[in-house]
């Protein structure tokens, strides 16, 4: 798989819980993740070597081909990021892991919060210039320009920029927008997401809400301008 034609993050999970590893990929995919299962060491390798994953998570009790040896494999075979999920008395499988080139740990059960921004910085969307109507924002350089002008946008308003123009003519929630651009701070109010809303759409010359819609009661959604005029 060519990893410039990808729509979707993919991660691999190698864990021998296959429930866990379902309610996982069923609460990553909403969010936009490709998630692809294997059950023992023997399977994940193989995955990984079909799929090119771009962040792999394995259980520290894998197994068939434990842990250790498994992201020993992984690693020589390319550079992508390990997590080891660790439970209670897994810390030196943890440990071992880490010393064979893990990236980090993360718990198990696993929490979606916490392994999303693994996933998106690893995606090969996220080192793409994003591009929507006249707008485009340059994810590495921190720059973003409305047809062709160069607009200063603070940090706050540039990531909810980019995580709206990931999503364009997806309606995200509130919910996720707390999760992506405040990450997950749960105690975000509706009002601070309006606020900065209305401060974006200022900067981008958007005055008549045309190009980020309120979806009332529900969350925000950017429109393409072929997708604006169809709706017309």
């Known amino acids: 798989m060519n990893g410039d034609t990808r729509t979707k993050p993919i991660l691999l999970i190698a864990d021998p819980d296959r429930a866990i590893v379902q309610e996982l990929a069923t609460a990553l995919e909403q969010e936009g993740v490709a998630v692809s299962g294997a059950s023992d060491g023997a399977q994940g390798l193989l995955q990984a070597g079909a799929l090119q994953p771009d962040v792999v998570l394995v259980s520290a009790t894998l197994p068939v081909i434990d842990a250790v040896e498994f992201v020993r494999a992984v690693r020589l075979a390319r ?84 995580y709206l123009m990931r999503n364009a003519d997806r309606t995200v929630t509130r919910e996720q927008i ?26 981008l010359g958007d005055e008549d809400d045309q ?16 997708s604006s005029a169809r709706s017309a």
């Open 178 to 203: 707390m999760r992506h651009v405040w990450h997950a701070a749960a105690n975000t109010s509706t009002n601070t997401i309006a606020v900065h809303v209305k401060r974006l759409r200022a900067r």
């Open 79 to 162: 550079p992508v990021p390990v997590l080891i999920g660790v439970g209670e008395g897994h810390a030196e499988q943890a440990v071992r892991a880490l010393g064979a080139g893990a990236a980090a740990c993360v718990a198990r059960p696993y929490r979606v919060p916490e392994l999303l921004p693994f996933v998106q910085a690893a995606s090969p969307e996220s080192r793409k210039l994003l591009t929507v109507g006249g707008v485009e924002l340059d994810v590495n350089a921190y720059q973003v320009r409305v047809d062709g002008q160069a607009v200063h946008l603070p940090l706050r308003e540039f990531e909810l920029l980019q």
């Open 211 to 226: 190009l980020i819609q309120t979806v009332r009661g529900v969350g925000y959604r950017l429109v393409t301008p072929t």
